[in-house]
Each structure stands twice: as structure tokens, then as C-alpha cells.
């Protein structure tokens, strides 16, 4: 087990140290203490190993993240896990704006409530939410899985593409062509694999599937707002 | 009595300066198709412009150097602010982003061959780095873009500086719209999205939202990049004092400013022609506030939007730019609007010089179009010479004028070599109405 003091080592030290490692590398747990809000913790990572944030983090910690496994015992920042490629990051606190926004790959979990924009263009990314998601999530979301086990708030999925969305309670109101969709067999099984993999004790008969009405995938002046 | 009145003098018709022919037309097919009219390119108005500057050469007071054999110097660094891997150029002139996807494969080679000939380099564009950018391109600039299309870190760390796009002079304030024509199969899928649909690039960024946020994205930047490559801002020319600041405080290295006069892939033509500043009124005030802050060549400044000429060149750097870019002079060197596919433009309604439509994808010049048959009308290699070669004489016209000035660095170039021949250039360059010693807005002065 590495253990690194973010406080007292500094932010550069623990990227480039983290960067550095290969995927045949035997350093494959850290845990990252004193991390105080600190931004950009664990950022371009790109192999099999396991960090273990102790605390809160500021913005866009496990950003662009490739093949590791990021556990943040706290609260993130906005931008979490943004542009994910790969790999896994768990949030047990809450999360702020923009968690897993880009994101292309990879698994993220938010035990708590995540806020706004909650997966904002996402681009394959899977991400997991135990609470509720605030407003303006999924907002141009391309493709992956948005699951919420909560409340979803105003305009979820606006503008969307072809990512799915599950949510198990209320939505606020959804976004232009964003449409509740028929739950099929195939859609149940991505939610029980996703709910499993996050740990969550939601029972997949209990979600909404919503998707896009693809009406504004071809320029049309009357669906313009 | 009838015929003495048919025969007296008649009033000319006389067309209206406000409901013109052109405007009329734009009238009756906004009337018509209810919608309105979307265009590549970049302000086609006439705007104050570099051709209402003028040198002043040497004479008494200046000392001049000789012809094309005493040197002048043309080598630029870049990103020398924080980044531990400067750019280095051999010329004052690179590539503007283009999209692969708005640009077909071979181009975006064609550009990166040209560059690299040249000594300097080209810039991705929405949609991601491509194979052949990548290749061809000893200096590659990778655009961070609101839609983040083909974003990944792999590439952030194969490039060799990055640009977060604010905003383009085209349209400050606007996304991206590519049309389903050109989505192929291959643009599709570096984009994440269907194949076939209209692509709608975001006007603003997913995870921050302003300078404050901006900084802390930067440092994420440089975290995941090793703090090597040098961080551009691109704005369009908006406000470009507050601009320029703002950049500065969230830590660029490097700002590019880009005028109305700068192209775009696709937006509606009012965007185009009424929001923004042209390219002169914004240089001096990006270099107000690089000096305001004591970091005028510690942070570079290029500037683009109607860049066409070498004199173009000299007077953007005499104004106090480290460097410019060129997109649409690029693409027009490369063959872009050339005479010789006059009847395939007529057949689009349009002629050799004015043809736009981009975002179609039919260009005739194998360009702007994802289309094989068209593709295969641009040879890369011949394409990329061809653009070495107007590099080359933009270059050696900028360094006529600067050895002309008396200058050993086309750098040496400054605001006491120019006079104005207008009122507003005057007014936007802060050099003398031409005759004079004044110009509107002269400390000191009243107007």
C-alpha cells in the first residue's frame, strides 16, 4: 500500500507519480490523504491500480481517467471523472455540477446526490446515481447509461441523443426531445448489471426508461425554441 | 397633349441603398422557405480592414536593411509562459483549426503537409485528431472544444500545444452545426453519434463556466499533460480587452483573438455579419491588456480573421501580435473557390469566388466534403506544396516591409511604422490619420 500526503507532497508529485505507473506495476494501492478540497486529484491516470481518496475533493478529480479503479471517501467537486475513458470511479459522499461529463467509458457511482448537469454529453460513460440528479442532466447526452435511483430535476436529457436514461423516482420535467420510452427486456438487463455493479439494493422494475423522441436530429426550423 | 407627356424627361429608377438587390433577395427567400440562411465563411461586408493601413518605410529617421540579404528574422516562440515545451515556429503564420468532418481527410493532410513544410503548425478543429493531421504535422495545436467530439488523453498528449475554444470570430457566442450530409461513417464515429444526422456542436463548455472555473480546468490540463504543452485561449472578437485579461488570469500561454472576417464550418449569415468586431478594432486592445498587465510578449498573441497577405501579416504584428492564422487563405491556397471548377459552382448556383455552402458538402474543390468521388480531387501532397509556397510569400512580403522599416525581426515591427488612410482605421489601429499627426482618440486630444 502507497500511501501519499497530498498536503504535504503536493498535487504534482501524486500525478506524475500515479501517471507514471504501467500496467504491470506493482504499486496497485494508494490511498491519498489530506486531500482538502485540492482540484485535478488523480487526473489522466492510465492503469489497473486502485486509489483511495480519504476526504473531499475539489474539481474534476479522476478526470480522463483510463483502467483505474478511484474511490473518493468524501464529497467531489464539480467535473468529476469528466471525459472518463475507463475504469471505475466511486463517489460515497455527493458530487457537485458536471460529474461524468464527456465522459466516453467506464463506470461512475455517486452513493449520494449528485447536482446539475450530471452527465452532460456524455459519450458512453455509465454512471450510477443512489440520490437524485439536479437540473439540466443528460443535456446532449450522446450514448451510455444515466441511472437514478432518486429524483431527477428540470429539463433531464435535453437535447438528447442516444444515451438511456433510468430514473426510479420524479422527474421535474424533461428537456426538449427527451421522451419517456417503453422498458424492454434488454433494457432490464443493463439496469440489473448496472445496479449490481454499484452496489445498489434498486429493484430495475422499479425505473422509467426515457430516450430521445430523435426529432431534432435533422435541422428543422420548426422545432426550433 | 398624351404624346408631349409620354416624351418629357423621366426620374432614373433608382435602386434603394437600403432594400438592395442582394437584401431584396434575401427578402423574398426568407419568404419563401421560412428559414434562414446558413453558410460557411466569415464576414463577407466590407469592415475596416488591414488595407486601410499603410507602412511608412524608412527615410531620415529610419534605417533600412538591405533587400532579401540582410537578415529578418521570422522564428516565433510560443507558450513561453508556463509551459515546460514551448512551441518553436520558423514563420509568424500558422494554421487555423478546421474540423476533420467539416474537411475531408485528405485536406486536413494536405494543411498538415503545408504546415510542416513551412515551419509551422496547423490546428485540429471540432471532431478530433485524425490519423493523418497527426502524421503530416510536426506541430499539431488540438482544439478543446465545447462538444469535446473525439476528445481523449491519449491525443491531448500527442499534441503539442492545446487550444480551449471560447469562441471563434465567425460567431462569438455560437456553437457548431454539422449537417447530416457530411456525417459519414468514419466522422460519425470519432463523434460518438449516429451516422447521417445534423450534428450540433454546444456553444458553451459541459464543466466550467468562466474564468474562475476556466483556471482550474487549465491546471487539469497541465496535470494530466505534464505541465509540457503550452495552453492557447481562442475568443472571438468580442470584447477583446476583457478577453485578454480574463485569459490571462485563468492562465493561458498563449491568446488567439479571431476577428469577424474568420471563417466558420456552418452558421446562420446574420451571425456571421452582425455579431463581432472585425480584427482590426480588436489587436490593439488585446495588447492594451497584455501591457495593463506587464506581460506583453510573456504571453503571446495571435490574431486571425482576413489574414491574406504578407502585409497583412506585418501590419498584425506591428500592431503588437506575436503571430497570426489563416484558415480561409489556407483553404483557397489548397484549392478551395479556384476558377477552374466554374461550371460545377454554376451548377450549385452559385460561381468560382463566392460559392459558401459548406455545410452541404458538394464542394467541387474535394475540400469541404466527405463526399470519395470529390475527396479524391485534392491531392494532399500537391495540395500541401501549395500551401508551403503561399507561406512562403506571405513570409518573404512580410519581411520585405520589415527590412523596409529598417526591422531585423519582423517582431520590430510597431505601431510608429503605420498611418491610416481612414478615419475609423485610424480610430481602431491608434495610428495617425495619414497626412497627420492624430488619430481619434489620441491622449491629449479632443475630436
Redesign the interface.
Known amino acids: 500500500m502507497q500511501t501519499y500526503d497530498l498536503e504535504s507532497d503536493g ?2 508529485g501524486l ?2 507519480s500515479l ?1 507514471a505507473l504501467a500496467g504491470s506495476t506493482n504499486k496497485t494501492q494508494w490511498n491519498i490523504v489530506n486531500p482538502r478540497g485540492s ?2 486529484i488523480a ?2 491516470l ?1 492503469a489497473p491500480i486502485e486509489v483511495n481518496v480519504k476526504g473531499s475533493t ?3 478529480c479522476g ?2 481517467n ?1 483502467q483505474a479503479f478511484i474511490r473518493v471517501h468524501g464529497s467531489v467537486g ?2 468529476c471523472a ?2 472518463m ?1 475507463s475504469g471505475t470511479v466511486i463517489v460515497e459522499g455527493d458530487a457537485s ?2 460529474a461524468g ?2 465522459g ?1 467509458g467506464g463506470l461512475l457511482v455517486i452513493k449520494g446526490n449528485a447536482s446539475s ?1 450530471c452527465g ?2 456524455m ?2 460513460i455509465d454512471i450510477v446515481v443512489h440520490g437524485n440528479i439536479g437540473h439540466m442532466s443528460a ?2 447526452a ?2 451510455g447509461n444515466l441511472v437514478v435511483c432518486g429524483d431527477a430535476g428540470d429539463a433531464l436529457g435535453d ?1 438528447l ?2 444515451a438511456r436514461l433510468f430514473v426510479r423516482g420524479s422527474v421535474k420535467s424533461l428537456g426538449a426531445d427527451c421522451i419517456e420510452k417503453e422498458m424492454r427486456p434488454e433494457h432490464l438487463e443493463i439496469l440489473t448489471d448496472l445496479l449490481t455493479r454499484a452496489d445498489s439494493d434498486a429493484r430495475p422494475e422499479e425505473f422509467t426508461r426515457y430516450g430521445s423522441a430523435r426529432q ?4 428543422n ?1 420548426d422545432n426550433a425554441y | 397633349m398624351k404624346d408631349a407627356k409620354e416624351s418629357a424627361p423621366r426620374t432614373e429608377p433608382i435602386q434603394s441603398a437600403t432594400f438592395s438587390t442582394s437584401i431584396n433577395a434575401e427578402i423574398r427567400r426568407a419568404a419563401a422557405t ?3 440562411d446558413i453558410r460557411g465563411g466569415g464576414a463577407k461586408r466590407k469592415v475596416p480592414h488591414f488595407d486601410d493601413l499603410l507602412f511608412l518605410g524608412a527615410s531620415m529617421s529610419r534605417y533600412p536593411l538591405e533587400g532579401y540579404r540582410e537578415k529578418c528574422d521570422t522564428k516565433v516562440v510560443l507558450g513561453t509562459r508556463f509551459a515546460k515545451k514551448p512551441i518553436e515556429l520558423d514563420i509568424p503564420i500558422t494554421i487555423a483549426g478546421m474540423s476533420f468532418g467539416s474537411l475531408s481527410g485528405p485536406a486536413k493532410e494536405a494543411l498538415g503537409r503545408g504546415a510542416t513544410l513551412a515551419g509551422t503548425s496547423t490546428t485540429t478543429g471540432d471532431g478530433g485528431m485524425t490519423e493523418e493531421e497527426r502524421g503530416h504535422s510536426k506541430m499539431l495545436v488540438y482544439q478543446y472544444l465545447p ?2 467530439y473525439g ?3 491519449d491525443d ?1 498528449r500527442r499534441a503539442d500545444a492545446i487550444e480551449i475554444v471560447v469562441g471563434q470570430g465567425a460567431k462569438p457566442g455560437g456553437g457548431g ?1 454539422l ?2 450530409q457530411k456525417i459519414s461513417d468514419r466522422v460519425a464515429g470519432m ?4 451516422q447521417g ?2 450534428q ?1 456542436s ?1 456553444c458553451r463548455h ?3 463556466t468562466g474564468p474562475d ?1 476556466l483556471e ?2 487549465i ?2 490540463l497541465r ?5 509540457e504543452k503550452p495552453i492557447y485561449i481562442k475568443v472571438g472578437g468580442a470584447r477583446p480587452y476583457f478577453d485578454t485579461t480574463l485569459a490571462i488570469k485563468a492562465g493561458a500561454d498563449v491568446v488567439v483573438l479571431d476577428g469577424m472576417q474568420g471563417g466558420t464550418a456552418a452558421t446562420q449569415d446574420v451571425f456571421i455579419e452582425h455579431v463581432g468586431q472585425p480584427i482590426l478594432a480588436c489587436i490593439r486592445e488585446a495588447v492594451r491588456a497584455l501591457q495593463d498587465l506587464d506581460l506583453h510578449r510573456e504571453v503571446q498573441l495571435i490574431v486571425s480573421g482576413g489574414i491574406r497577405t504578407g502585409a497583412d501579416v506585418a501590419k498584425a504584428l506591428a500592431l503588437g501580435a506575436d503571430a497570426v492564422s489563416i484558415g480561409t487563405g489556407a483553404l483557397i491556397a489548397l484549392g478551395d473557390n479556384d476558377p477552374k471548377w466554374e461550371t460545377e459552382y454554376q451548377k450549385l448556383g452559385t460561381t468560382a469566388g463566392a460559392y459558401d455552402d459548406w455545410h452541404e458538402g458538394n464542394d467541387p474543390a474535394g475540400i469541404t466534403t466527405q463526399v470519395p468521388e470529390l475527396m479524391e480531387r485534392l491531392d494532399p501532397i500537391e495540395g500541401g506544396r501549395r500551401l508551403n509556397n503561399y507561406l512562403k510569400v506571405m513570409t518573404l512580403e512580410a519581411q520585405t516591409i520589415a527590412r523596409a522599416c529598417g526591422k531585423n525581426h519582423i517582431h520590430n515591427l510597431e505601431p510608429e511604422d503605420l498611418v491610416a488612410l481612414t478615419l475609423e482605421a485610424a480610430a481602431m489601429a491608434r495610428v495617425p490619420l495619414s497626412g497627420t499627426d492624430w488619430w481619434p482618440g489620441k491622449p491629449g486630444t479632443s475630436f
Do not use: C
Not at chain 1, 431534432?216 to 435541422?219: C, K, M, R, T
Not at chain 2, 496535470?223 to 505541465?227: F, Q
Open positions: 498535487l504534482r500525478n506524475s501517471q482540484h485535478a487526473v489522466g492510465d475539489g474539481y474534476y478526470g480522463m483510463k464539480p467535473g469528466e471525459n475513458m455540477q458536471y461529463a464527456t466516453n448537469r452532460i454529453s459519450k458512453g443535456f446532449m450522446q450514448s437535447s441523443y442516444e431534432l436530429y435533422h435541422f426550423i | 421560412g428559414i434562414y462538444s469535446r476528445m481523449n488523453p491531448l452545426m449537417l447530416g463523434r460518438n453519434l449516429p444526422i445534423d450540433r454546444a459541459p464543466d466550467w472555473d482550474i480546468k491546471l487539469e496535470e494530466i499533460t505534464n505541465w
